[in-house]
Nanobody, 121 residues
Framework: VQLQAFGGGLVQAGGSLKLSCAAS????????MAWFRQAPGKEREFVAAIIWNGDNTVYADSVKGRFTISRDNAKNTMFLQMNSLKPEDTAVYFC???????????????WGKGTQVTVSS
């Protein structure tokens, strides 16, 4: 599976952005998918994950209630709707996929290149 994240940009605090992750290959629909992020000078951290059929999701406490992860298996695409953005959400956002992944970076074999999200105060 090859993954490509896009949709990042510059937004003011309180604003919204929607990230997308496009996947190649028919295996996408059987994979758990996740978003991670890495801020300057910090380690990469978990943001949100969704199981293969979309029936279960999990979020980091820092984004719960503001971010929504979803997927469209017919289009091989995963999304991250980010609302009420804060300056501390500024980071490079990565999408990841694996048949059995969940909320840990080590569980994901396939990674896309990141997309930069910058939230200005």
């Amino acid at each position: 599976v090859q993954l490509q994240a896009f949709g990042g940009g510059l937004v003011q605090a309180g604003g919204s952005l929607k990230l997308s992750c496009a996947a190649s290959g028919r295996a996408f629909s059987s994979y758990s998918m996740a978003w991670f992020r890495q801020a300057p000078g910090k380690e990469r951290e978990f943001v949100a994950a969704i199981i293969w059929n979309g029936d279960n999701t999990v979020y980091a406490d820092s984004v719960k209630g503001r971010f929504t992860i979803s997927r469209d298996n017919a289009k091989n695409t995963m999304f991250l709707q980010m609302n009420s953005l804060k300056p501390e959400d500024t980071a490079v956002y990565f999408c990841a996929g694996d048949p059995t992944g969940w909320d840990s970076e080590s569980e994901y074999r396939y990674w896309g290149k990141g997309t930069q999200v910058t939230v200005s105060s």
